[in-house]
């Protein structure tokens, strides 16, 4: 079974969801909630998608910089 949590927002940007859904049925949103969740999922995801590749950007810098020292490492 599922659990829910409260998140408040303020009561204009509620109710401006709200309008534009209700406004905009080919949307298919249910309620300002459905709606909502969706918007937090995709941001996660793009948060996430970020992360990941600052992740990776680090790894190939410090690849880079073991490189190097191996490679000067070996001069001496």
Same mark, same amino acid.
């Given at each position: 079974?599922?659990?829910?949590? %409260?998140?408040?927002?303020?009561?204009?940007?509620?109710?401006?969801?709200?309008? %534009?859904?209700?406004? #905009?049925?080919?949307?298919?949103?249910?309620?300002?909630?459905?709606?909502?969740?969706?918007?937090?999922?995709?941001?996660?995801?793009?948060?996430?998608?970020?992360?990941? +590749?600052?992740?990776?950007?680090?790894?190939?810098?410090? +690849?880079?910089?073991?490189? #190097?020292?191996?490679?000067?490492?070996?001069?001496?």
């Amino acid at each position: 079974m599922v659990k829910y949590s %409260t998140v408040s927002i303020p009561k204009e940007l509620h109710e401006e969801i709200r309008k %534009t859904i209700l406004a #905009n049925p080919r949307y298919r949103y249910r309620s300002v909630a459905e709606f909502s969740l969706e918007a937090i999922k995709i941001r996660l995801d793009e948060i996430r998608a970020q992360l990941e +590749e600052e992740k990776g950007i680090r790894k190939k810098k410090v +690849e880079r910089a073991l490189k #190097n020292i191996k490679r000067k490492l070996r001069l001496k």
